[in-house]
C-alpha cells in the first residue's frame, strides 16, 4: 500500500447495502482538472452543490451533492471530492465506475499522467493518507476504525476521546518529559570536565520518579481502554445439568441455549456477548465436563476443553442439590485440578454455586446464585469485573489497543532500568542514555512517529473500505 500512497484513490464509502445516503469519495493530488471534468463545472470549497451526476453522454446517472476539499484542508491531507447520491449499490457502482473513466478520459484531454491512476482505494486508506500527511497520528488513526466497531456506549465514547487526542496527548507528556531527561544526561556525557551537575542541578532523580508514576497511570487507563476495546472472554464450565445453559440464558436476557433435565444436551460452544457497566464480556457456554463414550458429545467436551484454555476468566459451575453426592463431589474436584493445568496463573477461576432456589445449603467460598430466579446475578457481574481489573469509578477513559498496552509496558521496563543507572551516575551514564532513548522509541511507536511500513499495513488492512 505504501508504495502506491501517490495515486489517486476513489471508493464507496458507506455501508454496502441499500441506503437513503451514499457516497463516493476520492482523494489525490491537483483533482481540479478531474472535478471540472466530472462534474462540467468547478466547485467552490467546503460548500455543498447540487447538482446532476452525468455519464459520459451527459445523461444523468443521478442528482445529488458534491463537495470539495481543497488540500491541505480534508481528512487525508489532499484534494478530497465527496459525491453524496442515494444509497442504491447500483447507482453507487455506476457514479464509481463513472469516476475511473472519466480520470482516463483527463488524461487523453491534457495529458496529465498523475490522475489515469486513479484506483480503487484498498482498506483503510484514506484513513492511511490522513496519517502520512501528518493530519492525525497512528493513535487516532486506529481510534476511527474502534469507533466504527464500538459494540458499547462506553466503547463509543472511548474511542471518540482517542479521536479527539486525548490519549495521544498524554503520551506526548510523557515523551517531552523523557526528552527532557535526556538532554540532561546527554550534557552531562558531553561536558564531563564541567564542575556543574546537571543531572543533580535539575533533579533528575525526581523528574525521573515523576515519569515513572505518570506512565504507570497512563498505563493503567490504557489498560481499561483496552477492556472496552477488547472485553473479556468468559467460559462457562461444569459437570452436566449444573445450570450452565442457565446461567448463559440468565446473563444474556434471552433463551439462547437449549435447557432441559437431560444430561449432555449442550454439545458445542454458544457464545453470546453481553456487556457490564459498558464492558463487551464475551460468554461461552459449554458441555458438560465428563467421560462420555457419545462420539458427538466427546468433540463438544474436548471444545469446551479448548475453550476453557483460550479464556480470560472461567466460571466452574457447580449443583448445590449434589453436594451430598460423593461421585459428584469427587469429579468436580478431579475437573478443578484440569482447569488448574490448562488455565495460565493469572487467568482466575471463579466457583460459582447454583441451584440456591432449590436448597438452603452453604459454602464456605464461592459465589451462590440461582440462574432460574436471578439472585446473586449482579454479585456475580461484580465478581467478573472485578476478575479483569475494571474500576467502575474510571471516567475520561480513551480507546488502547494490546500493541499500546506491549509499548507502554516496553517504556516502564526501560524506565525501571534508567533509575538503576541513574543511581550508579558517572558509572553507568552511557546505559541511562541508552535506556531514556529505548523508552523515547517505545512511546514512538503508539502514536507512529517510530513506527514499521509493515506494521502500518497490517493496522490499516483492517480498516473497512472506504475509511
Known amino acids: ?269 454458544v457464545q453470546q456477548t453481553i456487556q457490564i457497566e459498558g464492558v463487551p464480556v464475551h460468554v461461552i457456554d459449554t458441555a458438560g465436563l465428563r467421560e462420555s463414550d457419545d462420539a458427538v458429545e466427546k468433540i463438544g467436551i474436548e471444545r469446551a476443553w479448548e475453550a476453557i484454555g483460550e479464556a480470560d476468566a472461567v466460571l466452574f459451575l457447580h449443583d448445590l442439590t449434589r453436594l451430598s453426592v460423593t461421585e459428584y463431589v469427587s469429579t468436580d474436584a478431579d475437573i478443578a485440578r484440569v482447569i488448574a493445568e490448562k488455565v495460565p496463573r493469572m487467568v482466575p477461576v471463579i466457583d460459582v454455586w447454583n441451584k440456591a432456589d432449590v436448597t438452603g445449603a452453604s459454602v464456605d467460598d464461592g459465589l451462590v446464585l440461582s440462574a432460574k430466579t436471578g439472585h446473586g446475578l449482579d454479585a456475580l457481574r461484580h465478581a467478573l469485573l472485578q476478575a479483569a481489573g475494571w474500576q467502575a469509578s474510571s471516567g475520561g477513559l480513551f480507546i488502547a489497543r494490546a500493541r499500546h498496552i506491549e509499548a507502554l509496558k516496553k517504556a516502564e521496563a526501560h524506565l525501571l532500568l534508567a533509575q538503576a543507572h541513574l543511581a550508579a551516575r558517572a558509572q553507568s551514564l552511557d546505559l541511562l542514555a541508552e535506556e531514556l532513548r529505548l523508552g523515547q522509541n517505545a512511546l514512538n511507536e503508539i502514536t507512529g512517529e517510530f513506527t514499521a511500513d509493515d506494521l502500518l499495513g497490517v493496522i490499516f488492512s483492517r480498516f473497512c473500505i472506504g475509511k
Open 1 to 269: 500500500m505504501l508504495a502506491r500512497r501517490h495515486d489517486p484513490i476513489a471508493a464507496i464509502a458507506t455501508a454496502p447495502g441499500r441506503g437513503s445516503v451514499g457516497i463516493v469519495r476520492i482523494s489525490g493530488k491537483a483533482l481540479g482538472p478531474f472535478v471540472l471534468h466530472l462534474l462540467r463545472r468547478t466547485l467552490v470549497p467546503r460548500e455543498a452543490t447540487y447538482l446532476p451526476f452525468c455519464d459520459a453522454q451527459g445523461v444523468p446517472i443521478d442528482h445529488g451533492l458534491a463537495l470539495f476539499f481543497h488540500a491541505p484542508h480534508s481528512f487525508t491531507g489532499e484534494d478530497v471530492l465527496e459525491l453524496q447520491a442515494h444509497g442504491g449499490p447500483v447507482v453507487l457502482q455506476l457514479l464509481l465506475a463513472r469516476c475511473l473513466a472519466a480520470a482516463a478520459e483527463v488524461k487523453a484531454a491534457t495529458g496529465t499522467p498523475y490522475l489515469s491512476g486513479l484506483r480503487i482505494a484498498q482498506a483503510g486508506e484514506f484513513s492511511e493518507r490522513a496519517f502520512l500527511n501528518g493530519k492525525i497520528d497512528l493513535a487516532q488513526a486506529e481510534a476511527i476504525a474502534d469507533l466504527i466497531d464500538a459494540t458499547t456506549e462506553a466503547a463509543a465514547r472511548s474511542a471518540t476521546q482517542s479521536l479527539s487526542g486525548v490519549f495521544s496527548r498524554e503520551i506526548h507528556l510523557l515523551r517531552d518529559a523523557l526528552i527532557q531527561l535526556r538532554m540532561l544526561v546527554e550534557a552531562t556525557l558531553d561536558f564531563p570536565e564541567e564542575e556543574i551537575d546537571f543531572l543533580q542541578k535539575a533533579d533528575a532523580q525526581g523528574q525521573l520518579n515523576c515519569l515513572n508514576a505518570a506512565l504507570v497511570t497512563v498505563l493503567r487507563r490504557a489498560s481499561q481502554g483496552a477492556l472496552l476495546r477488547e472485553g473479556i472472554k468468559v467460559v462457562i464450565a461444569g459437570q452436566p445439568n449444573a445450570g450452565k445453559s442457565s446461567l448463559l440464558n440468565a446473563l444474556a436476557g434471552a433463551e439462547l441455549a437449549i435447557v432441559t433435565p437431560v444430561p449432555g444436551t449442550t454439545r458445542d460452544k
